[in-house]
């Protein structure tokens, strides 16, 4: 008799292409964010094989704060013409003229939390009732906390205390009018999965991820990247360094490490070798203990 076994790998992509379907069969507005990182690329490359050859069924949802790598926005648009999907962009900059949101201002200035009334905004105007995202529960002790089917209320909160019990694989998507649900069909990967996923589906990635020589400032343990948005301290100064990124969000608060992992079997080896976090180079995370938690119950991703 014939056995038929999935590896690892398999079974993560099977629940993920499962939770994806589920969401287009339950909802009618869906959408995908996508930031650009590796995470995002991985759950559009999931969304691509789930209704292969058709499209993928629902727009990209993408928060522009003005303040991203060069890179990251090259990259977001050619994937965007290769698979010939619709564009969403909020964003942060139209936000803070039509004063909707307020740049944040001194040396440590951001505008990541700029980003919740921007993505709120592209929810509400767009009609969407369910924005996949890359989130996964190891990243980060509050995305630990959430449910693959994570529902917000009208105002777009989230309420980690109230969450809908998901067992056997069934997701409950009910929702009165004005509310919304984030969905994580990748929550149970982690960031090993990911860079094993992408080494096996040869999945195309921006450049910032490899090795390459930058020039940075080292501040609070990580390497930040200089760029005009970055202001110097007292006593720092621009060095350059062959560096890579292991998670990306706007240029002013993503820290690089030194690394000379210049392929991706290289990453893999990195990563299963090292001993800390990969969000441990973002200092919009540093700002309090519970920062992450704090912005995800206002309607952060």
């Not at 589906?201 to 940075?216: K, M, Q, T, V």
């Amino acid at each position: 008799m014939h056995k038929y076994y999935l590896t690892h790998l398999q079974e993560l992509e099977s629940e993920a292409i499962y939770v994806i379907r589920e969401v287009v069969a339950q909802f009618d507005r869906p959408a995908i964010l996508f930031s650009g990182g590796k995470d995002s690329i991985v759950v559009t490359h999931l969304a691509r094989k789930a209704f292969w050859p058709a499209k993928i069924p629902m727009p990209l949802i993408h928060i522009d704060t003005g303040h991203n790598f060069p890179e990251t926005m090259a990259f977001r648009d050619k994937l965007v013409d290769d698979l010939g999907v619709q564009l969403i962009v909020g964003s942060v900059q139209e936000a803070i003229d039509k004063g909707r949101a307020v740049e944040e201002s001194g040396i440590n200035a951001s505008r990541n939390e700029l980003q919740i009334v921007t993505l709120l905004d592209a929810i509400e105007g767009n009609k969407i009732d369910a924005a996949i995202g890359g989130a996964r529960r190891d990243e980060e002790k509050a995305r630990s906390k959430e449910r693959f089917f994570s529902h917000r209320d009208e105002f777009g909160q989230w309420d980690p205390k109230n969450q809908r019990p998901e067992l056997w694989n069934i997701f409950n998507g009910r929702k009165r009018m004005g509310e919304h649900f984030r969905v994580f069909p990748i929550s149970n990967w982690t960031e090993m999965d990911i860079w094993n996923y992408i080494l096996q589906e040869n999945i195309a990635i921006p450049s910032l991820y490899f090795a390459h020589n930058r020039e940075a400032v080292y501040r609070d343990g990580t390497w930040l990247p200089a760029s005009e948005f970055l202001v110097l301290r007292d006593g720092e100064k621009i060095e350059n360094k062959l560096m890579r990124f292991r998670t990306l969000g706007d240029i002013t608060i993503t820290g690089g490490i030194e690394s000379d992992a210049d392929t991706l079997e290289k990453i893999v080896a990195e990563v299963s070798a090292t001993r800390s976090t990969e969000r441990g180079n973002r200092s919009d995370d540093k700002r309090s203990d519970t920062s992450m938690e704090d912005r995800k119950k206002q309607g952060y991703f």
